[in-house]
T-cell receptor, first 115, second 108 residues
Framework: GEEVAQTPKHLVRGEGQKAKLYCAPI?????VFWYQQVLKNEFKFLIS????????ETGMPKERFSAKCLPNSPCSLEIQATKLEDSAVYFC?????????????FGSGTRLTVV | QQQVKQSPQSLIVQKGGISIINCAYE??????FPWYQQFPGKGPALLIA?????SEKKEGRFTISFNKSAKQFSLHIMDSQPGDSATYFC???????FGTGTRLLVSP
C-alpha cells in the first residue's frame, strides 16, 4: 500500500510488562526507521533497517529494546520490562534508497502508555 | 544527539500573515533538509524539502530559504490560514535528525 501502517494505535502496559509494536512499510521501500517521540515533541532516532538487515542501531537502548524486519512480515519493535519513561509515541517511517527518493513517509504512530 | 536547532518553540500569527520558522544545523555532511507538518494524533507529513545546492524552493504558500554558509534554513508560510495550525519540524538527513518543533497557531 501507499501508507506506512502501524499497529496498534494505542497500547497500555503495566510497568515491567512487554510491549510489541508493528510497522508495515510501503511496498517497495527498502528502508525502515523507528523514532520515539516524547511529550516535549522531540524525535529520538532508535534504529533503521535496510530490508531485513540492521542499518543503524545507534539510538537503541540495548538492554530492553529490540527490533526486527523479517521478510514477508511487518517490522516489529519490542520493549521488554517496560518502564514509565518508555511512555511515548513510537513512529515508524519507510523510504526508498536516497539515490531514488530522499523522502521518508511516516506512519500515524503507536502511543505507548506505561502505568 | 541534537544537531538541528529550531526556533521559535511556538508562534502565533494572524490569518493572512507570514509565519517564519528557523533552523540551524551543525553537520555539513547533511544532504537533504525537509520540513514536516504534524497534526495532533498524526504522524509527521512531509511538507517541502530542499537540497543544499539550492538557495530557495517554493511550493504554493510554502518557501524554504537555505543559507549554506551560515548553516541555516527557514520555512516561510505566506498568507497563513487557520488550517495551517500544527507543529512544524525541520529535519536534516543523513540519518534523519529532527529539530525540536514549532507549534504554530494561526488566529482567525
Amino acid at each position: 500500500g501507499e501508507e506506512v501502517a502501524q499497529t496498534p494505535k494505542h497500547l497500555v502496559r503495566g510497568e515491567g510488562q512487554k510491549a510489541k509494536l508493528y510497522c508495515a512499510p510501503i511496498k517497495g521501500h527498502s528502508y525502515v526507521f523507528w523514532y520515539q517521540q516524547v511529550l516535549k515533541n522531540e524525535f529520538k532516532f532508535l534504529i533503521s533497517f535496510q530490508n531485513e538487515n540492521v542499518f543503524d542501531e545507534t539510538g537503541m537502548p540495548k538492554e530492553r529494546f529490540s527490533a526486527k524486519c523479517l521478510p514477508n512480515s511487518p517490522c516489529s519493535l519490542e520493549i521488554q520490562a517496560t518502564k514509565l519513561e518508555d511512555s511515548a509515541v513510537y513512529f515508524c517511517a519507510s523510504s526508498q534508497p536516497r539515490e531514488i527518493n530522499y523522502g521518508y513517509t511516516f506512519g500515524s504512530g503507536t502511543r505507548l502508555t506505561v502505568v | 544527539q541534537q544537531q538541528v536547532k529550531q526556533s521559535p518553540q511556538s508562534l502565533i500569527v494572524q490569518k493572512g500573515g507570514i509565519s517564519i520558522i528557523n533552523c540551524a544545523y551543525e553537520n555539513t555532511a547533511f544532504d537533504y533538509f525537509p520540513w514536516y507538518q504534524q497534526f495532533p494524533g498524526k504522524g509527521p507529513a512531509l511538507l517541502i524539502a530542499i537540497r543544499p545546492d539550492v538557495s530557495e524552493k517554493k511550493e504554493g504558500r510554502f518557501t524554504i530559504s537555505f543559507n549554506k554558509s551560515a548553516k541555516q534554513f527557514s520555512l516561510h508560510i505566506m498568507d497563513s490560514q487557520p488550517g495551517d495550525s500544527a507543529t512544524y519540524f525541520c529535519a536534516a538527513r543523513l540519518k534523519l535528525v529532527f529539530g525540536t518543533g514549532t507549534r504554530l497557531l494561526v488566529s482567525p
